[in-house]
């Protein structure tokens, strides 16, 4: 039981869509994070939640976005779709406190054609 | 930016073999290092931690790292490995805020019977 739940676990969209991913913190955590991990490549910061609102960003575009709601469920949208966003999109769950760890979930496979 | 560097991409062993998986990142002030690993079909799992104090830590499964400041190093190692501990193998960074990960490109780690 990986404690964090994300949705759906596959994705096929096409060029120019758009995408919402889905995911539920670990009981307890506060804070959520996404990262993208390309195929052969770490897992890359793209954004944290926290009280409802974005609180650091990595150097993702604009078309991603999120959202986090009263309790602490997250949204991962991404618009205008590349064929370059195909990747495994984790969510991480935590607390806000420093030295806190992630947990994961077991992430959502996006495919874009 | 901080960066994390996994130089050995692909490690092969026999069981009962030592292992050492090599880790290096870039950034300068405090840092708080983590290994995590993902076995075949499941979720990124936290294997243990570096935050202060004794630069020799243990985590699950006999796994150990080192934390070497004058190296910029955080290598991981095994005595004597397992067909069980087939495997990717993460080492991820903090700079001190809340949470922002940087991973390493990741080692795969076969384990022969």
């Known amino acids: 039981d990986a404690g964090v739940t994300q949705s759906p676990t596959h994705l096929i969209k096409t060029r120019g869509q758009q995408v919402t991913l889905r995911c539920s913190p670990k009981?307890?955590?506060?804070?959520v994070s996404w990262y993208q991990q390309a195929l052969g490549q770490g897992p890359q910061f793209i954004f944290q939640y926290y009280e409802e609102e974005e609180r650091q960003r990595g150097n993702f575009p604009d078309r991603f976005s999120g959202h986090q709601f009263p309790n602490y469920s997250s949204e991962l949208n991404v618009n205008a779709l590349l064929l370059g966003d195909s990747a495994l999109y984790l969510c991480?769950?935590?607390?806000?406190?420093?030295?806190?760890?992630?947990?994961f979930g077991n992430g959502t496979r996006l495919t874009v054609t | 930016a901080q960066s994390v560097s996994q130089h050995n991409h692909h490690v092969i062993l026999s069981e009962a073999a030592s292992l050492e998986l090599g880790c290096n990142y870039s950034y300068g002030g405090t840092v708080n290092l983590f290994w995590y690993v993902q076995y075949p079909g499941q979720h990124l799992q936290l294997l243990l931690k570096y935050f202060s104090g004794d630069p020799l830590v243990k985590g699950i499964k006999g796994f150990e790292a080192e934390f070497i400041k004058s190296k910029f190093s955080f290598n991981l190692r095994k005595p004597s490995v397992q067909w069980s501990d087939t495997a990717e193998y993460f080492c991820?960074?903090?700079?001190?805020?809340?949470?922002?990960?940087?991973f390493g490109s990741g080692t795969k780690l076969n384990v022969k019977p």
């Open positions: 991820a960074a903090t700079q001190g805020s809340f949470n922002k990960f940087y």
């Open positions: 991480a769950s935590s607390l806000h406190r420093d030295n806190s760890p992630l947990h």
């Open positions: 009981s307890g955590h506060d804070t």
